[in-house]
């Protein structure tokens, strides 16, 4: 038997070995009874029954604190950690320069070609040298004067093994390496797709569902590669008819010595077909009644302590190549330099660690308002720079970069603790700041009685005097799940015609209506208030007309005290938030006491009298009570306790109007020389920085020689325009300010707190914000596109339109 061949069955059967006897047995210590209630009950609601509207909301949450745990688990090897360890911190935003020194001590020390040696078992050690040295920014054609890719294009020319084909075929896939290492990939993926069984669409071996499942990693780097794709779409496919259990995990029933299933050939698939861009949080083939792959692993709880190093490392990567590919990245995280694979991923990471910057932020008590405010426009005047680099990358490598060159840049913002030498003259300081501008035809008296504070500047944009008080702002999640309640249909774009429609959902019955997430709210060219949205359970995504005709909130926030089971198959009672740790089943029409709704994430939860924790979705229960609430979430008129300060502006240039500023507060207090942070509730949506409490900025105050500008408004609720038409102001005011004037035009009542960046709209007509984590509120977008900053520091052009639509 030739050498090659000798090393490439031996190194199968010790694989083998160490995943049955040694790995194995760990995972199975940890995880042995939860492994076994997940394949008979299920830990989740989804698995259960059979529904997929949390797969894709909490398990996102669960995948973030299981790369967490990872990479914790990781950090503590220390000067230990290597070329994997590496390129998981290096997704992770977790790497330090001493760990990058340690991972490349390791490839020098253990990668046999650099060490001294020959080519290791199938090409294991190459690939991983490849890997950690390209995320750390080493050459890995000039290690110390050697090499590495050099040596893999040899053993590419004559594989040693199968195993050695994929291994070089993605060690060389990293990068782009010279003309050598392009024609030993071509010839690579050639061989590998010659060796897919044509009959199964699979790929042979003592362990089919590892290898084919490198198979598949190594043509999604090379999807460009002749007959890539092809033979791409036939392995996911016949995974799914061959390989895909009901529990979420992969095993080949063909094969019982070595096709059970185990935890590493699940994390291993698991990665691979995310690489192919498929969605691992649902289940896979619209197979209700599975558990989504990524679930399974979770499940099994890979990155627990006392794992094995190579498990926790395989488990984390796979789960960051889920987000990866879920936050919209195109093939493998190890395709470092493939055009635009990382650009949108990256992008959704560093507006994620901006909204992180700008919490710490907010949350130094000692630090004064002017500094807080100079902090927060500094991390949005980085984070629009990095945002035009990484839309202006063409690697991903590029894109990494810039996104931790910018990570690194929020880091080194810092936040003044020094009071202001000159403070200026301080407002009435409340506990809840509310501005109201009311009708024009009904203020009338609040102006007058207010003359003597009026500035004496004539202007058409309402001034109003910005409070702030001492709480840090709850976040909220910054998307909606809502469900279809009548026909809906889907267009690939926001220009509604026949050809454009690619789907449409008909009305159905509550526990089978259709779900969505919804990632933006906008008006279209044809004038309709419209929604883009993804389809929870196909994966689509398009535009449709927005609404409360047509959708409403999937999950109850409101103060249920008791429901009504409605699902044919029932529910599960749990003993955590998350939906785990089952305690009993209950049956369809059971009564359940509710002590209260719990945020988690995208998607509620319920928490029963008893302790434990229910689903607050709405296709499975049904709200038989709801404990009315102290605050009317739209009322018809809106109302203030004038009790704080109230300011008025002198009538519009045309003279026949006045506006009346109102500031509210239960209980005023006057402080000289400090401010703090109101406690409000603010509306985070996708692609957006939430609107976050600074001290105030004055705004832009209109002159009658300042040049104008105008701009155009649409108000819409309900699927209806509640109001339209141009306003002029000058040039230089944000786009609240030309909503003020349009609510004066207008006469619509109007309801804010904050100022400049910290604006945030709270009511229009009547329709009005809900409490925090309800999603219920004002969504404003410019010219079609939603900013990244508030409407109080957005600077309008001549000419922009503004588009506000109310989130039921």
């Given amino acids: 038997m030739k050498r090659k061949q000798f090393l490439y069955w031996f190194s199968i059967v010790l694989g083998i070995f160490l995943i049955f006897f040694s790995g194995g047995n760990s995972s199975r210590a940890d995880t042995s009874s939860d492994v076994n209630s997940a394949i008979s009950t299920g830990l989740t609601e989804i698995a259960q029954q059979g529904s997929q509207i949390d797969s894709g909301a909490d398990t996102a949450l669960d995948v973030d604190s299981a790369i967490s745990a990872g990479l ?43 060490s001294g040696g020959s080519q290791g078992l199938n090409g294991i050690s190459d690939v991983s040298a490849v890997n950690g040295l390209v995320a750390i920014g080493k050459d890995p054609t000039n290690v110390n004067g050697k090499n590495l890719v050099a040596n893999i294009v040899k053993d590419a020319n004559n594989p040693a093994s199968d195993y050695s084909i994929v291994n070089d075929l993605e060690a060389l896939s990293t990068g782009s390496y010279g003309q050598a290492s392009e024609t030993a990939r071509t010839s690579l993926t050639k061989k590998l797709i010659g060796m897919q069984d044509q009959k199964t669409g699979l790929w042979n071996g003592l362990d089919k569902v590892d290898y084919t499942a490198r198979a598949i990693l190594a043509l999604s780097m090379n999807t460009n590669q002749p007959g890539a794709a092809d033979a791409l779409n036939t392995a996911v496919k016949a995974v799914s008819n061959h390989f895909y259990q ?40 619209g197979k209700t009644d599975y558990v989504a792959p990524v679930q399974r692993v ?84 980085i984070l629009a720079t990095y945002v035009s680099k990484l839309s202006a990358d063409s690697t991903s490598s590029a894109a990494i970069a810039d996104r ?77 799940i809502v469900y279809a309640l009548t026909t809906v249909k889907l267009y690939r774009s926001s220009n509604f015609t ?54 409403a ?113 239960s209980k005023p207090t006057a402080t000289t020389g400090t401010t703090t942070t109101t406690n409000s509730p603010i509306l985070i949506h996708l692609g957006a920085t939430p609107t976050l409490p600074v001290a105030p900025t004055n705004p832009v105050t209109p002159s009658n020689d300042a040049k104008t500008i105008t701009t155009t408004i649409s108000i819409h609720a309900d699927g209806a325009t509640i109001a339209s038409g141009s306003i002029k102001v000058n040039s230089g005011a944000s786009a609240f300010d030309a909503l003020q004037a349009f609510a004066q035009q207008q006469g619509l009542a109007l309801t804010y707190k904050g100022s400049g960046a910290t604006t945030y709209v709270t009511g229009i007509k009547g329709y009005n914000a809900g409490p925090a984590g309800t999603m219920t509120g004002w969504l404003y977008s410019v010219n079609g596109t939603e900013p990244d900053s508030s409407m109080g520091a957005y600077t309008l052009k001549d000419g922009d339109s503004i588009s506000m639509t109310y989130n039921k």
């Fill in 404 to 480: 931790a060159a910018g990570v690194t840049a929020f880091n080194h913002v810092t936040v003044s603790h020094a009071a202001p030498a000159t403070p200026v003259t301080p407002p009435t300081v409340t506990n809840n700041n509310v501005t109201v501008v009311n009708n024009p035809a009904s203020s009338s008296s609040a102006s007058s009685s207010s003359a003597a504070t009026s500035t004496s500047s004539s202007s058409s944009v309402p001034i109003s005097t910005p409070t702030v008080s001492g709480k840090p702002v709850k976040k909220a999640s910054h998307r909606s």
């Fill in 298 to 381: 979770l499940d099994q709880h890979p990155v627990s302590a006392g794992n094995s190093a190579m498990l926790i490392q395989q488990a984390t990567w796979a789960f960051e190549q889920a987000r990866f590919t879920r936050n919209g990245g195109k093939g493998s995280i190890f395709a470092f330099n493939q055009t635009d694979a990382a650009k949108y991923g990256e992008i959704v990471s560093i507006k994620a660690a901006a909204i992180t910057k700008k919490w710490s932020i907010i949350d130094d008590p000692q630090a004064t308002a002017a500094a807080q405010s100079d902090a927060l426009n500094l991390v949005d005047q």
């Fill in 553 to 665: 909130h999937a999950y109850y926030s409101a103060k249920v005290t008791r429901i009504k089971v409605i699902y044919p198959k029932g529910i599960n009672e749990y003993g955590k938030v998350n939906l785990t740790s089952k305690k009993r089943h209950v049956k369809k029409n059971a009564s359940l006491s509710v002590r209260k709704v719990v945020n988690y994430g995208l998607s509620n939860r319920m928490q029963l009298t008893n302790g434990r924790y229910i689903t607050a979705n709405k296709k499975l229960i049904l709200a038989t009570k709801i404990k009315k609430s102290s605050q009317n979430t739209r009322p018809s008129t809106p109302t203030a306790t004038t009790t704080g300060t109230s300011t008025s502006t002198p009538p519009t240039n045309s003279g026949s109007t006045a506006t009346t500023t109102t500031t509210t507060s």
């Fill in 246 to 285: 009901e529990n979420g995990g992969f095993a080949d029933s063909s094969n019982t010595m070595f096709g059970a299933e185990n935890v590493y050939d699940d994390v291993t698939m698991t990665n691979a077909l995310a690489s192919a861009g498929v969605n691992v949080y649902v289940p896979l083939k």
């Fill in 498 to 551: 026949k050809s454009n429609l690619t789907k449409t959902y008909k009305k159905r019955a509550r526990i089978n209506r259709p779900m969505f997430l919804v990632i933006s709210q906008q008006t279209n060219k044809q004038g309709h208030a419209i929604y883009r949205v993804k389809d929870m359970n196909l994966g689509k995504t398009g535009y449709t007309l927005s609404g409360s005709k047509y959708f």
């Fill in 72 to 114: 914790a688990e990781i950090v503590q090897k220390g000067s230990k950690i290597d070329a994997w360890d590496a390129t998981c911190l290096v997704f992770g935003d977790r790497i330090t320069d001493l760990q990058a020194q340690y991972a490349y001590k390791s490839i020098l020390k253990n990668n046999d070609f650099l």
